[in-house]
């Protein structure tokens, strides 16, 4: 029987890396970039960091304030840090002014305005951004010249207005308007945002069949989470500061909004600091806790407004 002989097959052999030698001269030049890298991060965290020390400042000072005796808080030279800490301080200036009842004022005054911020600058900002209309730009353009006019120069024809309709003494002037889009601000805001959504989801759901407010429900609202929050939290904080306004329009202690209170609790205890500083600080924690609560959504809303989708 013949015996056919096969070739052997050829052994194949990985290929052998190549050494790579990398100059000495680039391992220097990446050196150096790396620790200039690091020396402009450092110098860069170290400022922010003073700014923000500058800007906690009077925070701080008020809450160390708030823990003193009443010497302590008037001695020369001054005493940074309280001893003992008189924690009584803030039972005693709550007790002096009923805050609770300014406080539910307050979240009242804030809550509505926010609903009403929301409702109709949404609204109106839709019909700014995804629909057309004959002349819409020129009356968006006009709607933002008007934050231009200060306040005081409507100041007075509103408050003739309002007292006509027997709305002087209560919070309707403050809050029925921004149920009818009165924050030029917020609308603004949210056209932006609305802009940067694609055009192509709400041409997808007309070919469904779906109805602009439909649309505007359940395509664009749930989109915008990021900037609704933003525009709630920006008003939530103009109401909760807002001292102008309630000052004009409410005249009843009962209806006393915190900021209108601190200034009543300003007049009959301004020279005792320890109390007036506790009282401030309680006024305070709640916006800190609210923007502490809400700072990612806020970021995320204000960084992708004015972006093009």
């Given at each position: 029987?013949?015996?056919?002989?096969k070739?052997?097959?050829?052994?194949?052999?990985?290929?052998?890396?190549k050494l790579?030698v990398?100059?000495?001269r680039?391992?220097?030049?990446?050196?150096?970039?790396?620790?200039?890298?690091?020396a402009?991060?450092?110098?860069?965290?170290?400022?922010?960091?003073?700014l923000?020390?500058?800007?906690?400042?009077?925070?701080l000072?008020?809450?160390?304030?708030?823990?003193?005796?009443?010497?302590?808080?008037?001695?020369?030279p001054v005493?940074?840090?309280?001893?003992?800490?008189?924690?009584?301080?803030?039972?005693?200036?709550?007790?002096s002014?009923?805050?609770?009842?300014?406080?539910?004022?307050t979240?009242?005054?804030?809550?509505?305005?926010?609903?009403?911020?929301?409702?109709?600058?949404?609204?109106?900002?839709?019909?700014?951004?995804?629909?057309?209309?004959?002349?819409?730009d020129?009356?968006?353009?006009?709607?933002?010249?008007?934050?231009?006019?200060?306040?005081?120069v409507?100041?007075?024809?509103?408050?003739?207005?309002?007292?006509?309709?027997?709305?002087?003494?209560?919070?309707?002037?403050?809050?029925?308007?921004?149920?009818?889009?009165?924050?030029?601000?917020?609308?603004?805001?949210?056209?932006?945002?609305?802009m940067?959504?694609?055009?192509?989801?709400?041409?997808?759901?007309?070919?469904d069949?779906?109805?602009?407010?439909?649309?505007?429900?359940?395509?664009?609202?749930?989109?915008?989470?990021?900037?609704?929050?933003?525009?709630?939290?920006?008003?939530?904080?103009?109401?909760?500061?807002?001292?102008?306004?309630?000052?004009?329009?409410?005249?009843?202690?009962?209806?006393?909004?915190?900021?209108?209170?601190?200034?009543?609790?300003?007049?009959?205890?301004?020279?005792?600091?320890?109390?007036?500083?506790?009282?401030s600080?309680?006024?305070?924690v709640?916006?800190?806790?609210?923007?502490?609560?809400?700072?990612?959504?806020?970021?995320q809303?204000?960084?992708?407004?004015?972006?093009?989708?």
């Amino acid at each position: 029987m013949a015996v056919t002989d096969k070739p052997a097959e050829a052994t194949v052999r990985p290929p052998v890396p190549k050494l790579v030698v990398t100059p000495y001269r680039s391992r220097r030049k990446r050196g150096k970039a790396r620790r200039h890298e690091i020396a402009a991060s450092v110098a860069k965290h170290t400022v922010l960091i003073i700014l923000s020390l500058g800007f906690l400042f009077p925070l701080l000072w008020m809450i160390s304030t708030s823990l003193k005796s009443q010497p302590q808080a008037i001695v020369v030279p001054v005493v940074w840090w309280p001893h003992p800490f008189v924690f009584s301080n803030y039972p005693q200036a709550l007790e002096s002014q009923p805050f609770l009842r300014y406080l539910w004022n307050t979240f009242f005054y804030c809550v509505t305005t926010v609903v009403g911020v929301l409702l109709s600058s949404s609204l109106v900002a839709y019909g700014f951004s995804r629909m057309s209309w004959p002349g819409r730009d020129k009356v968006f353009f006009v709607m933002v010249a008007t934050l231009l006019l200060p306040f005081i120069v409507t100041l007075i024809p509103l408050f003739i207005l309002f007292k006509d309709l027997g709305w002087v003494g209560s919070y309707k002037p403050l809050i029925i308007p921004t149920f009818f889009g009165s924050s030029v601000f917020s609308t603004f805001l949210l056209r932006q945002f609305f802009m940067t959504i694609p055009q192509s989801l709400s041409d997808a759901a007309r070919i469904d069949g779906a109805g602009e407010l439909r649309i505007f429900s359940r395509i664009i609202l749930p989109l915008a989470k990021p900037a609704l929050a933003t525009v709630a939290l920006f008003q939530f904080l103009y109401a909760w500061n807002d001292f102008l306004g309630p000052l004009i329009y409410i005249n009843a202690s009962n209806l006393y909004p915190i900021s209108i209170g601190l200034y009543q609790f300003l007049s009959q205890y301004g020279t005792n600091w320890p109390w007036l500083m506790a009282a401030s600080t309680a006024a305070t924690v709640p916006i800190i806790i609210l923007f502490f609560l809400t700072q990612k959504t806020f970021i995320q809303g204000i960084t992708l407004t004015g972006e093009k989708g």
